[in-house]
């Protein structure tokens, strides 16, 4: 069976020269876009390729009529699958994500395979800090794969766009959660966010808010207690953040919590606020 959630790093030490296993180093940072390449230059699990948030995961060219789609918004599906085969990912590949985060980045890349219709995607627990802590090494030796042969399958995911999110403020009939640390989300902190405050009527639940001390993710039962006492159901509810990130973590902690069918709103807080027109809150939820 493949893993689908999250995989531990003595599972996949396990799995590390198995061939079928393909490992992407997703390390960013949101204000240095160097950081990731370099990081993963300097030293990375053996075997793994960077897939960068910048470049590989988003395509940040403007809607057709020209629109601000936001800091990280989708590649298309199509264009996508050319990625993936470029890593090396065939249909039965089983796909490890990881980075030094908590899992934020690596969340955007199971999000966005299981959107392709990957079932075959996990995240490793606990990141690069949970692979040294195991005794795990580091290497700056690249690999080349073989190109994969990866095809487009019927989406394991959903996304909402900026026009849903705005008819749900008449409408009410979904609840959204915004996955961004709460000074920005009551707009006290603008060196991410240039407009400050977020979609009104929705909800905080920082991404961290997922892990333990360790780094690791709570316990299924713990994150569905959490989860439940937000939300009336993962089908009527949007994950947002400042990009379409860390929303992705909120995603894969529901998915483990035994929540799943949430939806996405991949251009999130920096497409939304892009538009004046689209109201803004501050303050606490």
């Known amino acids: 069976m493949p893993f689908t959630t999250l995989i531990t790093a003595a599972e996949l030490m396990q799995?590390?020269?198995?061939?079928?296993?393909?490992?992407?180093?997703?390390?960013?940072?949101?204000?240095?876009?160097?950081?990731?390449?370099?990081?993963?230059?300097?030293?990375?699990?053996?075997?793994?390729?960077?897939?960068?948030?910048?470049?590989?995961?988003?395509?940040?060219?403007?809607?057709?009529?020209?629109?601000?789609?936001?800091r990280h918004p989708l590649p298309s599906p199509e264009s996508f699958i050319e990625t993936l085969r470029d890593f090396g990912i065939y249909p039965n590949s089983q796909v490890i994500a990881y980075d030094a985060h908590g899992?934020?980045?690596?969340?955007?890349?199971?999000?966005m395979l299981r959107w392709i219709g990957h079932h075959g995607v996990a995240v490793l627990d606990g990141g690069l800090p949970a692979w040294l802590a195991?005794?795990?090494?580091?290497?700056?030796?690249?690999?080349n794969r073989p190109r994969g042969s990866i095809t487009l399958q019927p989406s394991l995911a959903n996304a909402v766009s900026a026009g849903d999110v705005l008819a749900n403020l008449s409408a009410r009939a979904r609840t959204v959660i915004d996955a961004r640390a709460a000074d920005r989300f009551r707009?006290?902190?603008?060196?991410i966010d240039p407009v400050a405050g977020h979609i009104p009527g929705a909800k905080n639940r920082p991404f961290k808010d997922n892990l333990q001390p360790?780094?690791?993710?709570?316990?299924?039962?713990?994150?569905?207690?959490?989860?439940?006492?937000?939300?009336?159901?993962?089908?009527?509810?949007?994950?947002?953040?400042?990009?379409?990130?860390?929303?992705?973590?909120?995603?894969?902690?529901?998915?483990?919590?035994?929540?799943?069918?949430a939806a996405l709103y991949p251009g999130s807080w920096s497409e939304w606020s892009a538009d004046p027109a689209r109201p803004v809150a501050t303050g606490a939820a």
């Open 187 to 191: 707009g006290e902190n603008e060196v």
């Open 214 to 261: 360790d780094g690791r993710f709570k316990p299924a039962g713990a994150l569905r207690s959490e989860f439940s006492a937000l939300i009336k159901s993962p089908e009527t509810t949007i994950a947002q953040c400042g990009s379409g990130i860390s929303a992705c973590h909120n995603l894969l902690a529901m998915e483990l919590a035994g929540l799943p069918g």
């Open 103 to 111: 899992g934020m980045f690596a969340s955007r890349l199971w999000w």
């Open 15 to 70: 799995h590390l020269a198995n061939p079928n296993f393909v490992i992407l180093d997703c390390r960013s940072e949101l204000t240095d876009p160097r950081a990731g390449p370099a990081a993963f230059a300097e030293g990375h699990i053996p075997g793994a390729q960077h897939a960068d948030p910048d470049i590989h995961l988003s395509d940040k060219s403007p809607a057709a009529d020209g629109a601000f789609r936001g």
């Open 134 to 143: 195991a005794g795990g090494t580091l290497t700056p030796e690249l690999i």
